[in-house]
């Protein structure tokens, strides 16, 4: 019996491995109104890379690198423990002006792009420095109309770019899950929504402030019948969050959560 037990549980972990097959990865660095290094970089399984230089970095153009079969295989099997479908289309900041991550994956057959990652979950931020680290290390060959700059930026600037932005959003304390669990308990289901038989998501968007608390709640998506009301008391009465960081300093941050109502 334990055996069979073992068994089935590792025939779980590899089919949940294998619904996060991953087999496309592309990240984007956006300008910024500086001179951010603006450029973006794919990778495939069999270890076919395509870089392309838009502004401020030293190969400007579409290149192509190769790295081994072996390698890639490593970074896709690395990033297909999470779900990348099921993260938001786009994560929000205050500061507009500074440059962005954008990382766009295909998995399980599924496309998905995801803007302003670096304000997403942590490994997003994690991909995009691997990915990084491929640029410096892969030799790379132009294609018709690339070019190599020797001074593409300022060299006083370079050690001010390399710190320009570094982003951590605000954490709800105990993370997603504890969240999860204190909407689920502080949920009060509006009894005309409840006698009307109304379910669906509402989707609040609000602002963490520098001292944790939920500020300037607004409903992005409701469903009525006082279910909007009802999840913005909840986000109001939600205990201090963790605040964001913006190159070592607290800022105010958007934040934005989805609260279901569904039926029992």
Same mark, same amino acid.
């Given at each position: 019996?334990?055996?069979?037990? /073992?068994?089935?549980?590792? +025939?779980?972990? &590899?089919?949940?491995?294998?619904? @996060?097959? =991953?087999?496309?990865?592309? &990240?984007?660095?956006?300008?910024?109104?500086?001179?951010?290094?603006?450029?973006?970089? #794919?990778?495939?399984?069999?270890?076919?890379?395509?870089?392309?230089?838009?502004? !401020?970095v030293k190969m400007l153009g579409t290149f192509d690198g190769q790295?081994?079969?072996?390698?890639?295989?490593?970074?896709?099997?690395?990033? #297909? %423990? !999470?779900?990348?479908?099921? +993260?938001? *289309?786009?994560?929000?900041? +205050?500061? /507009?002006? +500074?440059?962005?991550?954008?990382?766009?994956?295909?998995? @399980?057959? /599924?496309?998905k792009k995801i803007l302003r990652a670096d304000a997403g979950p942590?490994?997003?931020?994690? =991909?995009?420095?691997?990915?990084?680290?491929?640029?410096?290390?892969?030799?790379?060959? $132009?294609?018709?109309?690339?070019? &190599?700059?020797?001074?593409?930026? @300022?060299?006083?600037? =370079?050690?001010?770019?390399?710190?320009?932005?570094?982003?951590?959003?605000?954490?709800?304390?105990? $993370?997603?899950?504890?969240?999860?669990?204190?909407?689920?308990?502080?949920?009060?289901?509006? !009894? &005309?929504?409840?006698?009307?038989?109304?379910?669906?998501?509402?989707?609040? %968007?609000?602002?963490?402030? %520098?001292?944790?608390?939920?500020? *300037?709640?607004?409903?992005?998506?409701?469903?009525?019948?006082s279910c909007d009301d009802e999840a913005q008391r909840i986000i109001?009465?939600?205990?201090?969050?963790?605040?964001?960081?913006?190159?070592?300093?607290?800022? !105010?941050?958007?934040?934005?959560?989805?609260?279901?109502?569904?039926?029992?």
């Amino acid at each position: 019996m334990k055996h069979t037990f /073992t068994f089935l549980f590792l +025939l779980f972990s &590899i089919q949940l491995i294998a619904q @996060n097959k =991953l087999t496309f990865i592309k &990240i984007e660095r956006t300008p910024c109104y500086g001179k951010c290094p603006s450029y973006s970089v #794919e990778l495939k399984p069999d270890g076919k890379l395509i870089y392309n230089g838009r502004a !401020n970095v030293k190969m400007l153009g579409t290149f192509d690198g190769q790295i081994s079969k072996e390698k890639a295989a490593r970074i896709f099997k690395d990033y #297909e %423990k !999470n779900n990348f479908l099921k +993260l938001q *289309n786009k994560y929000i900041v +205050l500061a /507009t002006d +500074l440059p962005s991550l954008i990382v766009e994956v295909v998995q @399980n057959k /599924t496309s998905k792009k995801i803007l302003r990652a670096d304000a997403g979950p942590s490994y997003l931020r994690q =991909l995009g420095a691997d990915m990084d680290e491929l640029v410096q290390i892969v030799q790379w060959k $132009g294609r018709e109309g690339s070019e &190599i700059v020797d001074d593409p930026m @300022n060299p006083d600037m =370079l050690s001010d770019i390399e710190t320009v932005y570094e982003f951590i959003p605000p954490l709800y304390p105990g $993370g997603e899950k504890a969240m999860h669990d204190f909407i689920h308990s502080n949920l009060s289901y509006p !009894n &005309i929504a409840r006698v009307n038989k109304i379910e669906g998501n509402v989707v609040c %968007k609000f602002i963490i402030d %520098k001292n944790g608390k939920p500020k *300037n709640i607004e409903v992005v998506k409701g469903i009525g019948y006082s279910c909007d009301d009802e999840a913005q008391r909840i986000i109001s009465n939600m205990p201090k969050w963790t605040p964001a960081y913006l190159n070592g300093k607290i800022v !105010n941050a958007y934040q934005t959560i989805t609260i279901p109502f569904k039926l029992k």
